[in-house]
């Protein structure tokens, strides 16, 4: 019989891992933009993602949805255990949205929106990495409810998380930018690019370090076999995709960059999973523990295999639809 909690698991996965990675680099584009104080130059780099960067954050509306049909528990425990981070960070997306639309028009006040979209962009990105690091950490479930603090989710780590989190977003942001654009600006981009791979291999050392130490679970996983194998690329992998970054900037290649920074999204997804897996509270919840009834998780099933198809045609038709570079001094895609 099929597993259903592991389809779902499976699907809410692919929907965060969507999400982290398309509105990443938008994210990106705003924590970049005060290295870049000419209208022109942002001008450009938000209309690299106007048409597209409202559809990215469906993956995200997907994900919750996921969770209240097939993990409940979930939904309500950890949702509760982060409740004050969730709030700020959807005030910080709405900011950034309104931010998006009306700079645009503003002519006066164009600088006050701007303010709002860094301030937006840098925001959501911490506290997505704050989220983050407070779910590695652990959450307490008693009685399947949440039975901690109110700032449990405050520690060094999560801060620490949320930092490597907002310089993830500004790699991927900086490598659609490479992508996206052309002269100056690219040239711009192609020098800033190296030093955030070698930030992010920094961050991803120490997050390596902290997270085992942090979580003798998570510690435990690693370094027992065979999980100690699995792992063992890992390193490699984010090193050589920082040499890979830095090479390919330096040979101006346009696509490389971008390409890379998603491969180390991806490695360091991968390795998350891998750790938790198949906790889906850690530390001690796993996904069938945390599952709703079958026929609940069939039914929703039927909405999920019809609306995920959709979802990635209109994605794949926007992206290819406003493919192409746009420049300084133009109005956008035509």
């Known amino acids: 019989m099929l597993d259903l909690s592991l389809v779902w698991a499976g699907i809410i996965a692919f929907g965060v891992l969507m999400y982290v990675v398309m509105d990443g680099f938008d994210l990106g584009i705003g924590i970049l933009f005060p290295f870049f104080p000419q209208q022109p130059e942002r001008d450009v780099m938000m209309n690299t993602v106007a048409p597209v960067w409202d559809g990215n954050e469906t993956w995200m509306v997907?994900?919750?949805?996921?969770?209240f049909a097939a993990f409940p528990l979930v939904y309500s425990a950890v949702l509760s255990a982060l409740y004050l981070p969730i709030i700020l960070m959807v005030v910080a997306l709405i900011f950034r949205g309104v931010?998006?639309?009306?700079?645009?028009?503003a002519n006066r006040t164009k600088h006050l929106w701007d303010m709002a979209f860094i301030g937006g962009s840098i925001a959501t990105a911490m506290l997505q990495g704050?989220?983050?690091g407070a779910y590695i950490q652990g959450i307490t479930i008693v009685d399947q409810r949440f039975a901690g603090g109110a700032f449990d989710w405050l520690s060094p780590f999560s801060v620490f998380t949320g930092i490597g989190v907002l310089v993830a977003y500004a790699a991927l942001g900086c490598g659609w930018l490479i992508l996206k654009t052309s002269h100056d600006l690219q040239q711009e981009m192609y020098r800033l690019m190296?030093?955030?791979g070698l930030?992010?291999?920094v961050i991803f050392g120490i997050v390596s370090l902290w997270t085992?130490?942090?979580?003798p679970t998570i510690a435990e996983r690693w370094f027992s076999m065979p999980q100690?194998?699995?792992?063992l690329p890992v390193p490699i992998l984010v090193l050589w995709c920082t040499y890979a970054i830095w090479r390919a900037c330096q040979k101006q290649q346009q696509a490389?960059?971008?390409i890379y920074a998603l491969l180390m999204f991806f490695i360091a997804f991968s390795g998350f999973i891998i750790s938790l897996w198949p906790m889906i509270i850690p530390p001690h919840i796993t996904i069938w523990d945390a599952a709703a009834p079958r026929s609940s998780q069939a039914f929703t099933l039927v909405g999920a295999a019809i609306l995920i198809p959709i979802i990635l045609a209109y994605t794949a038709l926007s992206y290819w639809v406003f493919r192409g570079k746009i420049h300084v001094g133009s109005e956008g895609y035509h």
């Open 62 to 67: 997907l994900g919750g949805a996921g969770l």
């Open 99 to 105: 931010a998006f639309e009306i700079r645009f028009k």
């Open 130 to 132: 704050i989220i983050l």
């Open 194 to 196: 190296p030093k955030l």
């Open 199 to 201: 930030a992010l291999l």
């Open 212 to 215: 085992p130490l942090n979580n």
């Open 228 to 231: 100690f194998f699995y792992f």
């Open 256 to 258: 490389r960059p971008f």
